[in-house]
C-alpha cells in the first residue's frame, strides 16, 4: 500500500495548465500591425532613442553640467511650472466650456464652436502676432505683458484652450441624462452627481486632454518667442533654450534639454493616467 494510502489522504491533483490566450491576429491583421508598428517606430520611437543617444555622447558629467546650468535650469523651472498651472486652468474651464456647449442652448453657440478651434487654425508665429498686438506696449484693451512672466502664461493658454474642450466634449455628448435623473430621484443633490456619476465618465477625456495640454506647453515656440522677449532667467522657456544650443553647435546640450523634457512629460501623463483610474473606480 502507499502512503497516501496507509494516511487515508486523497492524492493531490495537479492543477490543469492554464493555456495562452489566443490571439485573433489574421495574416492581414498581423501585416496591419507590422506596418503600424514600422510607421510608429520611424516617426516616434527612433528619433526619440537618438536624442536620448546624442544627449549620452559626452557623458554624465556634461549631462549634468547642462541641465543643472543656471540659465537652463531657470527655464526648465519657468516651463514645466507654467504648463503645469496652465494645464490645471485647462481642466477647470475646458471641462467648464465643453459642458456649456453640450448642455446649453444660446445665440452664438456655433460662432464660439468656431473660435475655440482658432488656436489650431492658426500658425503658432501668427499666435504670437496677434497676442502680441492686443497684449503687447501698443495694446489697444490697455494690458501690456510684453516681456513679463506673465506673457508666458498667457501664450500657453492661448495655444492650449481647445485640447480639454475637445476631448471632453464628445463624451459629454454620448453621456445619457437617465442616469443622472435617478441620481437625482435618489436623493442625490447636484454635486453628488456630479462627483459620483458624471466625472468618473469623464475622467479618461479630462485626463488625455490635460496631458495633450501639458505636452503643448512645454514644446510650445512661435505663439510665445514675440511676447515674452525671450529674456534669460525671467521669459526664456525651454524651447528657446535648446534652439539657442543648436544654433551654437551644442547638439548634446539641445538633446539633454530635450531628454529632461520627455522624461517629465512622460511622468505627467503616466499620473494623469493613474489619478483619472482612480477617480472612474471610485464612480
Do not use: H
Amino acid at each position: 500500500m502507499t502512503t497516501n494510502q496507509l494516511s487515508g489522504a486523497r492524492p493531490a491533483r495537479r492543477r490543469p495548465r492554464r493555456s495562452a490566450a489566443p490571439t485573433n491576429l489574421t495574416t492581414a491583421s498581423g501585416i496591419g500591425l507590422g506596418v503600424a508598428m514600422i510607421w510608429f517606430s520611424l516617426l516616434v520611437l527612433i528619433p526619440l532613442c537618438a536624442v536620448v543617444v546624442t544627449a549620452a555622447e559626452g557623458g554624465w558629467g556634461a549631462f549634468w553640467t547642462t541641465i543643472t546650468n543656471d540659465q537652463t535650469a531657470a527655464a526648465i523651472r519657468l516651463t514645466v511650472f507654467t504648463a503645469a498651472a496652465v494645464t490645471a486652468v485647462n481642466v477647470v474651464m475646458g471641462t467648464l466650456i465643453a459642458w456649456v456647449l453640450v448642455r446649453d442652448r444660446f445665440p452664438g453657440k456655433a460662432a464660439l464652436e468656431v473660435l475655440i478651434d482658432i488656436p489650431f487654425a492658426l500658425p503658432t508665429i501668427v499666435a504670437g502676432l496677434v497676442l502680441l498686438s492686443l497684449y503687447g506696449t501698443d495694446s489697444p484693451l490697455g494690458f501690456d505683458v510684453a516681456n513679463q512672466r506673465s506673457s508666458v502664461f498667457l501664450a500657453y493658454l492661448f495655444v492650449t484652450l481647445p485640447f480639454v474642450v475637445r476631448t471632453v466634449q464628445p463624451v459629454l455628448e454620448e453621456m445619457e441624462k437617465d442616469v443622472e435623473d435617478a441620481a437625482a430621484s435618489l436623493g442625490a443633490s447636484r454635486a453628488t452627481t456630479f462627483r459620483r456619476v458624471i466625472l468618473p465618465s469623464l475622467a479618461p477625456a479630462i485626463a488625455a486632454g490635460a496631458a495633450l495640454s501639458f505636452a503643448r506647453g512645454v514644446s510650445e515656440y512661435g505663439a510665445l518667442v514675440l511676447l515674452s522677449g525671450n529674456l534669460p532667467f525671467q521669459t526664456e522657456v525651454v524651447s528657446v533654450r535648446i534652439l539657442g544650443s543648436v544654433e551654437n553647435n551644442n547638439l548634446a546640450g539641445a538633446a539633454s534639454v530635450a531628454t529632461v523634457l520627455l522624461v517629465i512629460s512622460l511622468a505627467v501623463i503616466v499620473t494623469l493616467d493613474v489619478i483619472q483610474r482612480k477617480v472612474a473606480s471610485r464612480g
